[in-house]
């Protein structure tokens, strides 16, 4: 049963253009979300987070937007460019002592020079 | 970027040998994790330390051990190596505690294949 779920395995944007990546999630405790972007062999990078007491996070042309009565959370990238090209990983904190992450499948995105 | 290296890079071994791979911080964080990452399930957590010798299990730790007896050492062994443990692993670290802190910050990853 997954808690976080990214429903679109892949996605491709015209360079300049927006790019959206989407996010779902199951369990109401999570309390800390994050985006992560990973390019081949290489190890995932943090990219932006958001609380779960914000709806909006923004950090140059990164914005993660979260909606908690949806469950859903995005990551909006404004303007796309080629070097955005990668997998995007959604991940959730529990919260609590642990400080464990659950992680969704990924979007590689695709940004068309 | 984070200080965490990861050794070996890259490992091919045969069913049934043991295999260790090591995680270094150089940040003094609290937190140490390991993931597998395969195809269509993500990035998966195998066993994680919130402190010297202090462990626990994840999602996915059946054939796994892990030990830490320095803060800055995290030990991944699998004890007898099998075909579906052939994966990319990562070791994360986090500071630990609210918010930002929570931010896990991950190595380069090891290539693992079992033949």
């Known amino acids: 049963d997954q808690q976080v779920k990214q429903n679109s395995p892949s996605l491709s944007v015209q360079e300049g253009r927006i790019s959206i990546l989407n996010c779902d999630y199951t369990n109401s405790m999570f309390d800390y979300f994050l985006w992560y972007k990973k390019y081949p062999a290489e190890g995932p990078t943090f990219l932006i987070s958001i609380s779960s007491i914000k709806d909006k996070n923004e950090d140059g042309r990164f914005t993660v937007f979260l909606n908690k009565s949806a469950k859903h959370l995005s990551l909006h990238i404004v303007p796309s460019q080629p070097g955005d090209s990668a997998v995007y990983f959604c991940a959730a904190s529990e919260g609590g002592a642990t400080n464990k992450l659950i992680f969704g499948t990924g979007t590689l995105l695709a940004v068309q020079p | 970027d984070a200080g965490i290296t990861q050794s070996p890079r890259h490992k091919v071994t045969e069913t049934g040998t043991p295999v260790t791979l090591r995680c270094h911080q150089t940040?003094?964080?609290?937190?140490m994790y390991w993931y597998r990452q395969d195809p269509g399930h993500g990035l998966r957590l195998i066993h994680y330390?919130?402190?010297?010798?202090?462990?626990d299990k994840g999602e996915v730790s059946d054939g796994y051990s892990v030990s830490r007896s320095k803060t800055e050492d995290f030990l991944l062994t699998l004890e007898s190596a099998t075909s579906s443990q052939t994966s990319v692993y990562f070791c994360?670290?986090?500071?630990?505690?609210?918010?930002?802190?929570?931010?896990?910050?991950f190595g380069p990853g090891t290539r693992l294949l079992v033949l």
């Open positions: 994360a670290i986090s500071p630990g505690g609210d918010s930002s802190m929570k931010t896990q910050y």
């Open positions: 940040e003094n964080h609290r937190y």
């Open positions: 330390s919130y402190g010297v010798k202090d462990t």
